[in-house]
């Protein structure tokens, strides 16, 4: 969890965490056990601020989600 938790931005620690889970999984495509309430608790950030930079980053191409599936666009 530290290392989810050590980027000062929010982007960062979702890219640490989704990253983290993709290596997990060994796929740049997986579901995570947490819903936004809980995964916003996780990294330490609020729920809203944390589905806005969601969108913000599926805005940017970085990856694409519904609920708790995501897949992860490599540049």
């Known amino acids: 969890k530290i290392f989810h938790t050590t ?7 979702l890219l640490s965490y989704l990253s983290a889970q993709a290596v997990q999984n060994g796929c740049d495509t997986f579901d995570i056990p947490f819903d936004r ?11 809203s601020a944390l589905s806005n930079e969601l969108s913000k980053m599926q805005r ?12 992860l666009h490599r540049k």
């Open 7 to 13: 980027p000062k931005s929010l982007r960062g620690r």
């Open 37 to 47: 309430q809980q995964l916003a608790d996780y990294l330490g950030a609020d729920r």
């Open 60 to 71: 940017d191409g970085l990856l694409s989600f519904r609920k708790n599936h995501f897949v």
